[in-house]
């Protein structure tokens, strides 16, 4: 019975030195080993021996990069504006040994160098920069991170501003700002399109009228046209007819009745071709009896009796 137990004890014991003895790390684990106290090798991942008793493996140590939110913290601008800022940091650790031994605390460092890098860089810069310039403060953040953190076998991947939050009185004036912005390019807009409408009416309005002016004078040219052909026609039938004397009297005879016509014409003088147009109409129609009797005309110019 007693060598039944001792058997079962050296088995227990065979179990427990061979799981001491056999390590499997896992994908993107690390582990570190101490020999007596001292660092004695890092364990990459897969099938691992170590000697039980005499060295120890550490905590698995995580090489994925790794997110870490710190809460806010409370930043004096250059123009002494206390604002909130939240940070959020991605980092990966490289070298499993220093980030064991180089620092006790690395997230407790990290964060405190992350506050005091960050009360740095906006101290240097006004509230509209802080607000408007986040990029840069990212880039010299992780700068100044990363040379920092280095020596500890960390690498800062990015840093991220997730929030600055002014007092609620500035953000109020800047509320107001915005909307005045806002306001001041909407009036200026709506004055552009004023401008532009009127220009384009104004151009229209030209247009207009020059197209008129070429209409006005497309039809003064065409009825000066047709009256020069219409007396150049009349011309030639009167030169063509080779009218006489007595014919141009009976004509210039029907139209002194349309001279006549109108209520201002209260007393009109007439002319002296009248009397000749008449002595020649009268001689057409006695067929030139008279002629003898006619007295002799007085000189061109003077006065005539009918």
């Given at each position: 019975?007693v ?16 799981a001491?003895?056999i390590?499997?790390?896992?994908q993107?684990r ?5 020999r007596?106290?001292?660092f ?5 991942p897969?099938?691992?021996i170590?000697?039980?008793f005499?060295d120890?493996?550490?905590?698995l ?15 004096i ?26 620092i006790?605390?690395?997230l407790q460092?990290i964060?405190?160098?992350?506050v ?18 986040r990029?840069?403060?990212n880039s ?36 107001k ?6 306001d ?10 004023f ?11 030209k ?11 497309t ?7 047709g ?5 150049a026609?009349?011309?030639k039938?009167?030169?063509d ?21 109108g209520?201002a ?13 008449l ?6 129609f ?11 005309e007085p ?7 009918l």
């Amino acid at each position: 019975m007693v060598a039944l137990i001792a058997l079962i004890v050296v088995l227990l014991f065979a179990l427990f030195v061979a799981a001491q003895t056999i390590r499997i790390i896992p994908q993107a684990r690390a582990g570190v080993v101490e020999r007596f106290g001292r660092f004695s090798r890092t364990l990459e991942p897969g099938l691992a021996i170590v000697i039980p008793f005499i060295d120890r493996v550490k905590p698995l140590i995580d090489l994925r990069e790794q997110v870490v939110s710190f809460p806010p913290s409370g930043v004096i601008t250059e123009d002494n504006v206390t604002v909130n800022i939240d940070t959020v940091l991605y980092f990966t650790i490289t070298d499993p040994k220093a980030a064991s031994y180089e620092i006790a605390n690395p997230l407790q460092a990290i964060e405190q160098l992350t506050v005091t890098t960050l009360r740095n860089v906006i101290g240097g810069l006004t509230l509209e920069d802080s607000l408007t310039s986040r990029d840069q403060i990212n880039s010299q953040l992780r700068t100044v991170l990363d040379e920092a953190t280095g020596k500890w076998g960390i690498r800062i991947a990015r840093v991220e501003l997730k929030a600055v939050d002014p007092p609620a009185g500035i953000q109020e004036a800047m509320e107001k700002q915005m909307r005045a912005e806002r306001d001041r390019r909407a009036a200026i807009l709506n004055a552009e399109g004023f401008k532009q409408s009127q220009i384009l009416t104004a151009e229209g309005e030209k247009q207009s009228a020059v197209l008129r002016a070429e209409g006005q004078k497309t039809a003064a040219i065409l009825q000066a046209e047709g009256e020069a052909s219409a007396i150049a026609t009349v011309f030639k039938a009167i030169h063509d007819g080779d009218p006489d004397p007595k014919l141009l009297s009976y004509q210039y005879l029907q139209m002194l009745p349309q001279i006549a016509k109108g209520d201002a014409n209260k007393l009109w003088v007439i002319p002296s071709e009248f009397t000749a147009a008449l002595g020649q109409l009268s001689s057409a129609f006695t067929g030139g009896s008279n002629a003898d009797d006619r007295k002799p005309e007085p000189p061109h110019g003077g006065p005539r009796s009918l």
